[in-house]
């Protein structure tokens, strides 16, 4: 397991956990206040299926930016690397369905992180089973809430859900 991500270098670990967050929290967190000063979207919310067009756009383009400075480090263990690609390819199925139906993004992040967790248990063998549970159980608590508040039908949080589950599982396992 000479590629595990914990035999890097501290340094090392630092900057991929620096690029990871700018590019997948900060960088498309920090539009919102601006896409709503331009009137591209209401609110937060996006309750609308075309608010959600250009702020998923930016979001796939940021990640996509960090995956190219992922890649050239060339520390940087396969897994993340598939895991970014994972995730854009994820964003951009997203982005193509919502041109005509609406998707629940949260159920697709939080299946996305299930199916990360499946897949690194599998590829290094790791008893994972405990965070496996817990993520199942925060996955049908967020799904509930997004019914309960009447933002997703059933339909497009079990979509959602299976779309990042699948996606990320595959992209990190191979």
């Not at 709503?36 to 940021?62: A, D």
């Not at 996509?64 to 400075?69: D, E, S």
Request: charged share 10%.
């Amino acid at each position: 397991m000479g590629g595990h991500f914990t035999y890097l270098p501290i340094d090392h670990q630092r900057v991929v956990y620096l690029i990871v967050f700018l590019s997948t929290c900060v960088l498309p967190l920090t539009l919102m206040p601006l896409f709503m000063l331009l009137g591209v979207i209401k609110t937060v919310y996006m309750k609308e299926r075309r608010e959600r067009i250009i702020p998923t756009v930016f979001t796939g383009f940021f990640y996509l930016l960090g995956f190219f400075l992922l890649n050239r480090i060339p520390v940087v263990p396969s897994f993340i690397k598939g895991f970014m690609l994972a995730t854009i390819i994820a964003i951009s199925i997203a982005l193509a369905i919502t041109f005509f139906w609406k998707i629940s993004m949260h159920m697709i992040g939080i299946g996305g992180l299930t199916g990360a967790i499946l897949a690194l248990s599998l590829r290094f063998g790791i008893d994972a089973w405990m965070i496996f549970t817990v993520v199942l159980l925060i996955s049908g608590l967020l799904g509930s809430s997004r019914l309960f508040l009447n933002a997703h039908t059933p339909a497009q949080v079990h979509t959602g859900y299976l779309l990042g589950t699948v996606v990320v599982f595959f992209g990190v396992l191979l």
